[in-house]
């Protein structure tokens, strides 16, 4: 699959359309989950959302689709009185940014970093003017962070991963990550070679982050096989890197040895991954031509 035929999947999923990858884009119905500190996630349709909802604030990670997005919002605002301080979108992806125009104009800031418009526009522009036109407002190149309530908010920026414009959220006082897309949670992750990912960098930042966030911390995850969930810890960070890993190991190992890249990407399990979930929407030979791609820089 090519990056418009992504884009157009992705507005058929705007549009109610299913495709037969439900479990990436659909965990529990409406389901509002607490995690620490009045911080959450909420599942329904699309990546994970993550919120905090304290007396004193409130924060939305990611917007999936209109309806699931108004969903989330009058749940956690029957979970508190205070108005809508902060929305971050960890990447530009629809599943994730569509439902940013139910919080345009509720949200006092629209963050991201500042790759994420750009792509967003791209992606509209790709998709025939079909996509998402509520774009963050305030961007970062780095880091960000902001106060909410007693609760501080951070983004922060590792480089070229799923896209070019993938940020982690860290929710201080919860001790929270919301990961965005750069984990798939036993999964084969979708990865946006046209939108500046790098599966390199990807594993770097996956370690980095490991290190660098406290070891009890919790994780969110933007997807996740259902048995494994959107919710883990550090250890399912490394799995993810390990699978990443693997990948790139697999295809140089494949290359050193003289290999053609259909040669390198005819096989549909990874040794030691046979469990990971392969399925149409975007499967194991497609990452593996990425990799191929982004080793030989064809």
């Not at 896209?163 to 990550?177: H, L, M, P, Q, R």
Request: net charge negative.
């Amino acid at each position: 699959m090519d990056r418009r035929q992504f884009l157009v999947r992705s507005s058929l999923f705007a549009a109610g359309a299913a495709l037969p990858f439900k479990s990436l884009f659909a965990e529990a119905k409406g389901t509002f989950t607490p995690l620490r500190r009045n911080v959450g996630c909420f599942t329904e349709r699309g990546g994970t959302i993550g919120w905090l909802a304290s007396k004193n604030g409130m924060v939305i990670i990611d917007t999936q689709y209109p309806k699931s997005a108004k969903k989330c919002l009058n749940g956690l605002q029957d979970r508190t009185e205070h108005p809508l301080d902060l929305l971050i979108n960890t990447h530009h992806h629809g599943d994730h940014t569509s439902g940013n125009s139910v919080f345009e104009g509720v949200a006092e800031k629209m963050v991201a970093h500042k790759n994420v418009p750009k792509l967003m526009k791209q992606s509209n522009k790709e998709n025939e003017g079909e996509g998402n036109t509520a774009f963050p407002t305030t961007t970062y190149a780095d880091s960000w962070k902001m106060d909410v309530g007693d609760e501080t908010v951070h983004a922060k920026y590792y480089g070229h991963g799923h896209t070019s414009g993938d940020s982690v959220i860290y929710f201080e006082k919860a001790n929270v990550v919301h990961m965005g897309d750069l984990v798939f949670n036993r999964m084969n992750p979708y990865t946006d070679r046209p939108a500046g990912a790098s599966m390199q960098n990807w594993v770097t930042i996956l370690e980095t982050v490991a290190d660098e966030y406290p070891a009890d911390a919790k994780y969110i995850f933007g997807h996740g096989k259902p048995e494994y969930g959107i919710t883990g810890a550090k250890e399912d960070v490394l799995v993810m890197r390990n699978y990443l890993s693997g990948i790139i190991e697999y295809v140089q190992e494949g290359i050193e040895q003289g290999k053609s890249k259909d040669e390198i990407t005819k096989i549909k399990s990874l040794n030691g991954f046979e469990n990971f979930l392969y399925a149409d929407f975007w499967t194991l030979p497609q990452n593996l031509a990425v990799a191929y791609e982004e080793l030989t820089q064809s």
